[in-house]
């Protein structure tokens, strides 16, 4: 597993939240019997976030072992407040609620549509969650329709946000990076491709769900206007067992209050464990 230290410089981020750290933990796609997640709770722990932001995935889609789920809740709870959204698999699996609930009483705030405000001296942010389009598909209404009853609420849910409050969003799938654009949420972190789990060098990653063959958004970090996409290449696999050309990856992200405008390199190149990359807004 490594960690990728990202950067976000912008004028949005109130002095009070400088250096505000946030860990996003994506794609665990935890097995009925999974082994303790001593590595990712020794890196959390390491990277002293202010808050732990996971953006769904958590279990595979036939559910997860509630006391393995319980431990690691509570672990993350104990090193930083812990922020959850559903994905794809929690969507498709019949113990959702009880996952949820699972959740919620180990102390994990659950953002399915909702926000909250954050406030540190004598600023604030706001913090919001979208659950992954799959939710509504389990009501029987077709893919389509139920990307269009996401989007409305996810529109929604921007505009319960008070107006010039930076806006950090969690949200599953990464493909949706033009309306998050077009909705103005400053921060977007979001897993789903896993990097696109096997990678070719000069190529990159060969496939994403959502995205096909040759995807565009599988990590990293990516801008569009005033709004910042940063993707986890995940913890977990989906599918075949197999990860290839991409390891695991914690992401840690830094927010920046002065809008310093890096230079290309700085924008362009991944560091890993410690040396930051940024990107102004």
Request: charge should be positive.
């Given at each position: 597993m490594?960690?990728?230290v990202?950067?976000?410089?912008?004028?949005?981020?109130p002095?009070?939240?400088?250096?505000?750290?946030?860990?996003?933990?994506?794609?665990?796609?935890?097995?009925?019997?999974?082994?303790?997640?001593?590595?990712?709770?020794?890196?959390?722990?390491g990277?002293?976030?202010?808050m732990?932001?996971?953006?769904?995935?958590?279990?595979?889609?036939?559910?997860?072992h509630?006391?393995?789920?319980?431990?690691?809740?509570?672990?993350?709870t104990r090193?930083?407040?812990?922020?959850?959204?559903?994905?794809?698999?929690?969507?498709?699996?019949?113990?959702?609620?009880?996952?949820?609930q699972?959740l919620?009483?180990?102390?994990?705030?659950?953002?399915?549509?909702?926000?909250?405000?954050?406030?540190?001296?004598?600023?604030?942010?706001?913090?919001?969650?979208?659950?992954?389009?799959?939710?509504?598909?389990?009501?029987?209404?077709?893919?389509?329709?139920?990307?269009?009853?996401?989007?409305?609420?996810?529109?929604?849910?921007?505009?319960?946000?008070?107006?010039?409050?930076?806006?950090?969003?969690?949200?599953?799938?990464p493909?949706?990076?033009?309306?998050?654009?077009?909705?103005?949420f400053d921060?977007?972190?979001?897993?789903?491709?896993?990097?696109?789990?096997?990678?070719l060098?000069?190529?990159?990653?060969?496939?994403?769900?959502?995205?096909?063959?040759?995807p565009?958004l599988?990590?990293?970090?990516?801008?569009?206007?005033?709004?910042?996409?940063?993707?986890?290449?995940?913890?977990?696999?989906?599918?075949?067992?197999v990860?290839?050309?991409?390891?695991p990856?914690?992401?840690v992200v830094?927010?920046?209050?002065?809008?310093?405008?890096?230079?290309?390199?700085?924008?362009?190149?991944?560091?890993?464990?410690?040396t930051p990359i940024?990107?102004?807004?």
């Amino acid at each position: 597993m490594r960690t990728t230290v990202f950067e976000v410089l912008s004028p949005g981020v109130p002095a009070a939240f400088e250096g505000y750290c946030i860990a996003h933990v994506a794609d665990l796609h935890l097995r009925e019997a999974s082994r303790p997640a001593t590595r990712l709770l020794r890196a959390l722990r390491g990277a002293h976030p202010d808050m732990i932001a996971m953006s769904g995935d958590l279990i595979r889609k036939n559910g997860g072992h509630p006391a393995s789920i319980r431990n690691l809740a509570l672990d993350l709870t104990r090193i930083a407040p812990t922020f959850f959204v559903t994905g794809n698999h929690e969507a498709r699996s019949r113990s959702l609620p009880e996952l949820l609930q699972l959740l919620r009483s180990s102390g994990v705030r659950i953002l399915e549509c909702d926000s909250m405000v954050l406030s540190r001296g004598n600023g604030s942010i706001a913090v919001a969650g979208i659950g992954d389009p799959g939710r509504y598909s389990r009501h029987g209404i077709s893919w389509t329709e139920s990307v269009e009853k996401w989007e409305s609420d996810l529109s929604a849910l921007r505009k319960k946000i008070q107006p010039g409050l930076y806006a950090v969003l969690l949200s599953h799938r990464p493909e949706f990076f033009g309306r998050y654009a077009e909705l103005g949420f400053d921060l977007v972190l979001s897993g789903h491709a896993h990097g696109g789990q096997v990678r070719l060098p000069f190529i990159g990653a060969l496939y994403a769900p959502g995205q096909g063959m040759f995807p565009a958004l599988t990590s990293g970090m990516h801008r569009q206007g005033r709004t910042a996409l940063v993707i986890s290449r995940g913890l977990g696999t989906s599918g075949i067992p197999v990860r290839m050309l991409n390891r695991p990856e914690l992401v840690v992200v830094r927010l920046r209050s002065q809008a310093e405008e890096p230079s290309s390199a700085e924008a362009r190149t991944t560091r890993t464990l410690g040396t930051p990359i940024r990107l102004a807004i």
